[in-house]
């Protein structure tokens, strides 16, 4: 550890324990097991509990389940949307500054490549205020605090802020910014341009198949050049999927689609004999109804989840909110956990991983891991979507659904600076659901001490078997070239 990072490290430690102590110094933990008090010599003090759950929370390695990184070797050909500060708001303040009222033509420039980094903070400065303590925003702050050292972005700071972005952004800067600074044990990266990145770091970001194109579109173009399928029927679509999780499944750690963005959840388990002549009209260009597309996306769903299955590849599936702005139909995402009900009791061997609790529907997601054994839930994206709902979602998860089925971190962003702000932010709110738990009575602090490796990492690590993964994709071939 160098002088530089055992400084940061320390900062955020001290401040994680700082914010949540003072909180707690006045609660009490009336009403905790009476027997706890002979086991625990920490039961008289309860600043003392929260001060050690924030210990132990702020040392504990998170497995980030959930990213979109690029790979850093992109990073330093500039090949992201653009290359200064801004870059750390381009994904997901971008929308916040958006609906906050910043004219299109401000934003475009904001993020444009072409205009002075400097310059930039008079495009930001009026619509600051509003969007600096939404999730998005403290993510980015935090960041820019932690990455940087600047405490407060402004006019006055907005040079040194770009100075520091350009200093650490070198070779070896994911390693720095994931492992050292937001201590994460490993990510798991959607590779948003292609269905598997074979990626440079390959014990760091971990990679999902993204089925999303096998099944939605489906996407000829993308997947059956590589598998060099000539894909004229479905069969032959049959086989460029099955050549992907072939040649993927053993690196790969889960299967990913976020479907959920533009249908609802209601896959249909569609025989190929339906679907085969709608596939045959569709790549001839004939035209398709909506009732056939969805017929044929049902059937290539259940292609999928029955190879990923197979594999023993667990399905993570796009629940809830929508990134972006103006467009999300709510009603549809309200139906998300009904139809995701109907998925859990058609496959009871495949292992659905539900992601960013399905905000703002998260109770109804809750009950689902509590009755159903293939139903494990992701808080990935949640914290900084809503970081007190978060809070109260775990707090209500951890006393009704079994805790081997929780996952408690996934950054879900394309900048990689970020996901430091929203591990401080997650390492924050899940000290504060334990103490919270413990303060209420509704768990001992012994039993909640306990919980904080498993739901941070030790569940990521067994239901990815992150252990094999690692060791397979170290050895992978693309590295030996
Ligand atoms: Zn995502």
């Known amino acids: 550890m160098t002088e530089e990072k055992e ?6 430690a001290i401040k994680g324990v700082g914010a949540i102590g003072a909180g707690v110094a006045l609660g009490s933990i009336v009403g905790s097991k009476p027997t706890e008090a002979k086991t625990l010599d920490t039961m008289a003090k309860p600043k003392d509990i929260a001060s050690d759950i924030a210990r132990r929370v702020a040392e504990t390695p998170l ?17 992201a949307r653009c290359d200064d500060w801004a870059l750390l708001m381009s994904h997901y303040l971008d929308s916040d500054l958006l609906t906050a009222g910043m004219p299109p033509k401000d934003h475009r420039r904001l993020f444009s490549a072409n205009v002075d980094p400097v310059e930039k903070w008079k495009l930001l400065a009026p619509w600051w205020p509003a969007v600096k303590n939404t999730g998005y925003g403290q993510a980015v702050a935090i960041a820019i605090r932690e990455l940087y050292g600047v405490d407060d972005l402004s006019e006055k700071t907005a040079a040194k802020v770009q100075q520091k972005y350009e200093e650490l952004r070198k070779p070896g800067f994911y390693r720095k910014v994931l492992s050292d600074v937001a201590r994460i044990h490993s990510c798991q990266v959607n ?8 990626s440079q770091l390959p014990d760091l970001l971990l990679q999902d198949i993204s089925f999303l194109g096998m099944h939605m579109g489906p996407d000829i173009g993308s997947f059956a050049p590589p598998a060099g399928i000539e894909v004229k029927d479905l069969s032959n679509w049959h086989s460029v999927i099955d050549w992907w999780f072939d040649k993927y499944s053993n ?12 249908r609802d959840l209601n896959y249909e388990d569609v025989p190929a004999e339906k679907a085969a002549p709608v596939f045959k009209r569709q790549i001839n260009g004939e035209p398709v109804s909506e009732a056939d597309r969805k017929l044929l996306q049902d059937h290539l769903f259940w292609h999928c989840i029955r190879k990923a299955t197979e594999h023993n590849l667990p399905v993570k599936l796009h629940t809830g909110y929508y990134a972006g702005q103006n467009y999300m139909p709510l009603g549809r995402l309200a139906n998300n956990p009904a139809s995701v009900s109907n998925l859990l009791r058609h496959a009871p061997d495949t292992t659905f991983v539900l992601m960013h609790i399905c905000y703002p529907y998260y109770e109804d997601l809750i009950s689902l891991a509590k009755h159903y054994t293939n139903a494990h839930i992701d808080m990935c994206w949640a914290w900084i979507i809503n970081p007190a709902a978060s809070v109260q979602f775990l707090k209500h998860y951890l006393v009704t659904a079994p805790a081997n089925k929780i996952l408690t971190f996934g950054g879900d962003y394309i900048p990689v600076e970020p996901v430091v702000g929203h591990a401080e932010i997650a390492r924050r709110g899940i000290a504060r659901a334990l103490i919270e738990l413990v303060e209420e009575g509704w768990l001992s602090p012994s039993d909640a001490i306990e919980l904080i490796e498993p739901i941070m990492c030790g569940n990521g690590k067994r239901i990815f078997r992150l252990d094999e993964k690692i060791a397979r994709c170290k050895k992978s071939a693309w590295l030996e070239g």
């Open 7 to 12: 400084r940061i490290s320390r900062r955020s």
């Open 191 to 198: 590779c948003l341009s292609r269905p598997f990145m074979e």
């Open 63 to 79: 497995v980030d389940s959930h990213e979109h990184l690029i790979e850093e070797k992109d990073r330093l050909e500039k090949r």
């Open 251 to 262: 690196l790969a750690v889960a299967v990913k689609s976020q479907a959920a963005y533009s």
